[in-house]
């Protein structure tokens, strides 16, 4: 957007906010596209994108900044590199990494002024949204599936994270519907590998009709068997391989090396001795020859629609058969094809038998691109308000669920309270860094500099599933226990115990307190650095500790006083 159409849609210190904030987004895909191009018409200067995945021939339909020339290639990388070549003005930064990685320190997160959520993967999502609350960092989460989607805000101490609502967090239910919002090119899931399948098949017809069109010209059955033969060596084997970070390198296969393994393919996890005949998988030569039978068989569907039991307009919908068995053949043997190419650098991956491909398929959703659009207006339009906002705490939001509904398109409902005691948001619990040199310091010395702050008495230390330090476990006083030693231990050989690398400068605890009338806890982050005596990252610690846990037990005081009320209530109506 020019600078004089922003002169008049924003004020001179609007415009300043804009020009001097810094944006996280973590998700090159449907919407992480829609972002950026609406983050750079707004005049922002500073952008940092972060995404795992490359580009896909099955993002081009509605990933606007990726052409055929980039398959292959990292999302983050490209875009940036267009970016700075078409607007040397701003400042754009990326990484090709899950955000989950160790390379993300406190220090990364501490730069940016808000971040913008556009994953799908329900664990980056957790982890993002842990971090966010971590370092007092606002954020807006998005989803969309289908013609459906939903925008929230996050902010510590005002409305609930995802971590909130702990029915949420202990479903293991599988979903009725599997959203497609941005298909990873490197898989995740098994699902990845279907959804793939699932676009790999409708591209065969509305996107790469060259490849039935050059088969209409073969009569021979050897130069029909050989083509499609070259056809899965153009699908399966690539000349220069995706380099993925922190995985090893993908296999290629050709069609002549899938014959050769003839061996049915197994899980990890299953023995196959095991399984029914029903739950048995086909070898991985058995799943090469069906994916060429299957592929002529397609031939003939678009040639002749008519003679076969779907008519003309039915096969638009692809997505939804699950009635014809060639259909599901040529999908489940795209799965185990593509499963096989990537379960080296993804050992998770389990191959899929035909009914558990039929019944993932029966719930794929597709990506609209109008969706996504509107999705992305609605965050920008978000982190305006935020950004502009005095103060954080007087921002005021409401959940914006998108439909299909022609009445209410787009339909703001208030935006749920975070509940004051969630374990990640709840403001009980102290997010604090301090300094530490971990060659010349133990825990003793940080659990003394805490007590300058609070004085609390220590249940339990712990790092990641490791409990270093538990009060229950100190029962003798005139001896010392194996918990009360941890506390003497430099912070380097606790690391050592725990088989940490030894380069890491960074390390998670969480104290919990033991005394019933103050109930909080700290979760630190130990900076590894060269000092005399231990020291918190903020000099103004004790008084923020003060006037946190006085905003709690004030929250805590008006629930109480509210749910008298609302036993009163009842009773009055009884």
Request: charged letters at 30%.
């Amino acid at each position: 957007m020019e600078e004089s159409v922003l002169k008049q849609l924003f004020t001179k210190e609007e415009l300043h906010k804009i020009k001097t904030s810094k944006i996280l987004l973590v998700g090159c895909g449907g919407i992480g596209c829609e972002l950026i191009k609406n983050i750079i018409k707004l005049g922002f200067l500073d952008l940092f994108l972060i995404d795992n995945d490359y580009v896909d021939i099955s993002n081009l339909n509605r990933q606007f900044y990726f052409t055929k020339q980039m398959i292959n290639k990292s999302k983050s990388f490209v875009i940036r590199d267009m970016l700075n070549k078409e607007y040397p003005h701003i400042q754009v930064a990326a990484e090709y990494l899950d955000i989950q990685s160790k390379t993300f320190l406190s220090s990364f997160y501490r730069q940016f002024s808000l971040v913008l959520c556009a994953l799908d993967n329900r664990d980056a999502k957790e982890h993002l949204s842990y971090m966010c609350i971590k370092y007092n960092l606002p954020m807006i989460i998005v989803g969309a599936e289908g013609f459906n989607g939903q925008s929230k805000v996050v902010i510590r101490g005002k409305y609930e994270c995802i971590f909130c609502d702990e029915n949420f967090l202990n479903k293991n239910e599988e979903p009725e519907n599997i959203s497609v919002c941005n298909l990873k090119g490197v898989p995740n899931t098994s699902n990845d590998c279907i959804i793939w399948a699932k676009y790999f098949l409708e591209d065969l017809f509305f996107v790469k009709k060259y490849v039935m069109a050059q088969r209409k010209g073969l009569t021979n059955k050897k130069n029909i068997e050989e083509y499609w033969q070259s056809f899965f060596d153009e699908t399966f084997h690539y000349e220069e391989s995706p380099k993925i970070k922190d995985h090893k390198k993908i296999e290629n296969l050709t069609f002549q090396q899938a014959l050769t393994k003839i061996e049915p393919l197994e899980n990890e996890e299953k023995n196959s001795k095991l399984l029914s005949p029903y739950e048995k998988l086909q070898s991985l030569s058995d799943y090469a020859q069906k994916f060429i039978q299957t592929l002529e068989y397609l031939f003939e569907f678009q040639e002749n629609p008519g003679n076969f039991k779907f008519i003309a307009t039915d096969y638009k919908k692809l997505s939804l058969y699950s009635g014809d068995d060639n259909f599901i053949d040529f999908l489940t043997a795209c799965t185990n094809l593509r499963i096989y190419i990537y379960k080296n650098s993804q050992p998770k991956l389990e191959y899929q038998h035909e009914y558990q491909v039929k019944n993932v398929v029966g719930k794929i959703v597709p990506s609209i691109a109008s969706t996504n659009s509107i999705i992305g207006a609605i965050q920008i339009a978000e982190t305006i308000k935020i950004l502009f906002s005095d103060n954080i705490s007087s921002y005021e939001a409401n959940i914006k669920w998108v439909s299909q509904d022609d009445e209410n398109l787009i339909k703001p409902t208030s935006s749920v309270k975070c509940n004051f005691d969630c374990r990640i948001c709840s403001m009980k619990i102290l997010y604090f860094g301090f300094y530490m040199d971990f060659s010349q310091h133990c825990l003793n010395d940080l659990i003394t500099e805490l007590k300058k702050c609070k004085d609390f008495d220590i249940g339990k230390i712990s790092y990641d599933r490791f409990i270093v330090y538990d009060s229950e476990d100190v029962v003798d006083k005139n001896c010392k226990s194996e918990a009360e030693k941890n506390l003497t231990k430099k912070i380097r050989e606790l690391m050592d115990i725990w088989f940490l690398p030894e380069n890491l400068e960074e390390l998670h605890l969480r104290i919990s307190n033991d005394n019933k009338k103050i109930n909080f806890e700290w979760d630190l982050v130990l900076i590894n650095k060269k000092i005399e005596t231990v020291c918190a990252e903020d000099t103004r610690i004790k008084e923020k500790v003060k006037k946190q846990l006085y905003d709690y037990y004030m929250q805590k005081e008006i629930k109480a006083h509210a749910d008298k009320f609302k036993n009163l209530k009842k009773c009055l109506l009884n």
